[in-house]
DNA sequence: TGTTAATTTTGATTCAGATCAATTAAAGCG
DNA sequence: CGCTTTAATTGATCTGAATCAAAATTAACA
């Protein structure tokens, strides 16, 4: 459950790398294509965008042209409250796409900013649809991701709807820890990106509370907490913390 | 916010009905389509099933084959845990589109019962894929409804991770209403089909909590509650309650 | 590098909503 | 139609998380 935009569960090794101008590889998009199929797409996405630390990716009412595959770093997505809160509704990392939400009105209805150095590939909604008329498989691909996006929302309503404190943060650790494991890093060890406030928002708590939960995991040695950085000394009962294990796989 | 799997603000008055097999003109997805495009799209959508209430139409883990459009009744999604106790995911009424989230997997990640008798047109998926892509603006309108779906699960998110009990029901009645009033109903007069229970599950909320909420908004004169029969008696104050308005459109 | 600002932790207290419990009302059904 | 089951309301109590508050730590930056 949780984040889950793209779908890095996906075996991409058999790509062959023809694409000159975009290492798509690394995308989520060109899974299962042939070369020439892929040449089309990376004619397609090859404009890319460098996003400082807390720079906007896009802002909440602005035009939707193009969605955005990340290539590297590490964003936030989170709509904005009048009163000045924000709620986010996502962590997103490399191979993921952004820009889902504002196909539905042609603008964006969140705000996309980078919690670290970031870099994405633009691509242009217009062209991505007219080029998957001709190629089915990047069509059925493109409407898994979406569909797959769905799913990790219902995930993230059971979690607020109905998990307490420390089943929400041992659900978010395991989230981030199987996607770091899929891009090839420790599923044990890895540093937040992200404030204790921030992760509050995600999970519906205030930041004391996400500070507790953390101090309580570590009291029981189930992690190590230094600041940001996370160390998973015992997965199997960060999984048991999460009560209803329905939720990750 | 709340839900919207479909686009019911999309006038179809415009449409000619062409369409011998099923009655298209209150589905979802043949929006700006002319006669010979309907006509293709008719003989997709074809088939049609009944189901009863308290009926399944789908249920979790099952195999995915066809999206549903609702022509008739009323049904909740929802996911169960393994503790036997059940997340309610969506309420869905005329017109809406069910079975997206199945995409992903080839495999449903939640249950479709009926709460009242219904009827639904069932929509092979790959057929209507294969239509989309000779139909550029079906396959268009199409993305704009999963993407839809996903903009209203970021504004459940938000209600689930910010609003207080009040405050959700607030939104969840204010959704009803404009729902109702998009089918030609009346907006401020209605009967519930859901129990308060499912209500809670939907909103993250106890039956009890529920049930208080409505003494409580009915004490203010701002609804009158008569077990599932609601009328709203003044829509602006239900709007305040809601605190953050930019949910509700 | 020193100074300031932002973030995190921890404690004390409060409160909204959960839980427990009992009653009332409505819906099925033989 | 009366009986049983299910759903809804309301009250009393408890509890998990919010809030308030202060200290400690870390990051930002001139």
Redesign the interface.
């Known amino acids: 459950m949780l984040n889950d935009t793209s779908l890095h569960h996906l075996d991409i090794s058999h790509i062959r790398s023809s694409c000159a101008t975009c290492s798509l590889r690394e995308l989520c998009l060109p899974v299962g294509l042939n070369d020439q199929e892929i040449q089309v797409l990376g004619d397609v996405v090859s404009h890319k965008r460098k996003i400082q630390r807390g720079g906007y990716l896009h802002r909440t009412g602005s035009n939707f042209q193009s969605l955005f595959a990340i290539r590297s770093g590490f964003l936030k997505t989170c709509?904005l409250?009048?009163?000045g809160?924000q709620?986010v509704?996502g962590f997103h990392m490399t191979g993921e796409l952004l820009g889902?939400?504002?196909?539905?009105?042609d603008t964006h209805?969140?705000d996309a900013i980078a919690l670290e150095d970031s870099e994405v590939c633009e691509i242009p909604f217009a062209k991505l649809?007219e080029i998957?008329?001709?190629i089915?498989s990047l069509?059925?691909h493109f409407?898994?991701i979406?569909?797959?996006?769905?799913?990790r929302?219902?995930g993230?309503?059971?979690l607020?709807?109905?998990m307490k404190a420390e089943e929400r943060l041992a659900s978010f650790l395991l989230n981030l820890s199987r996607r770091f494991l899929m891009r090839g890093y420790s599923e044990s060890e890895f540093n937040l990106r992200m404030t204790r406030e921030e992760i509050g928002?995600?999970?519906?708590l205030k930041l004391e509370t996400v500070s507790r939960a953390f101090s309580k995991l570590q009291d029981e040695n189930i992690i190590a907490v230094d600041n940001k950085h996370i160390q998973i000394n015992d997965i199997a009962r960060l999984r048991l913390k999460m009560g209803?294990?329905?939720c990750i796989t």
Do not use: F, W
């Open positions: 709509v409250e009048e009163d809160r709620q509704t889902l939400d504002a196909i539905s009105t209805t969140c649809e998957s008329r001709t089915p069509m059925r409407h898994k979406m569909s797959r996006e769905i799913v929302d219902h993230v309503m059971l607020l709807g109905s928002s995600y999970l519906g209803n294990s329905s």
